[in-house]
């Protein structure tokens, strides 16, 4: 567009808009990629320390990794008071008692959340029988109303044909949009 403009002092100041837009574009790269940069390696660091500061170098791992130790009661993901957790059983079985507990959790709100979603999916089927319904008593309607008018049945014909066609069209369009669903699942897994 700058250089289809008729005046200089316009075309000029065009292309000075156009050098400025550039100039910052460039800044902002280049500052975006030192925050993706920036923000990348204090994540790597903090899952680095992370990863290294739950247990200390010097020590070697036990033949079984469950027993108790003084590693495990100084541990800070460790409870303050293993008897707490202990139901009727022995102390060592706190992190199985723990693990058992937080399964049963999980899978509690997994099975409310499934029931939620499966209600609404009951919800909107039913909403959407009600609107068909709806809309079938709106079109024998119509049909009379267009017979009334004297509207021929060619005209009628013709619409219901178009209607049908429609329908084609929105499967198609359906069919389509889960495929591509499945294959930007299956691919960017």
Known sequence: MAKKELIPAKQEKAHERIRNYRTELADYRQTLERVKKDREQS??????????????????????????????????????NPQALSFGTAPQDYSRETHALREQSFMASTNSALD???????????????????????????????TTLGISGDT??????????DKWIFWAGVVIFFGFCWLVIHYLR
């Not at 010097?58 to 409870?79: D, K, M, R, V």
């Open 43 to 80: 994540q790597t660091a903090s899952n680095r320390a992370e990863l290294l500061g739950r247990r200390p170098h010097h020590t070697q791992t036990p033949e079984n990794p469950y027993a108790q130790s003084s590693l495990a009661q100084n541990s800070a993901f460790a409870p303050k």
């Open 116 to 146: 939620e979603y499966l209600e609404r999916g009951r919800a909107v089927l039913g909403d959407l029988g009600d609107q068909r319904d709806m809309l079938k008593g709106t079109q024998k309607k119509l049909y009379s109303v267009g």
């Open 156 to 165: 009628i014909r013709m619409v219901e044909r178009r209607a049908r066609q």
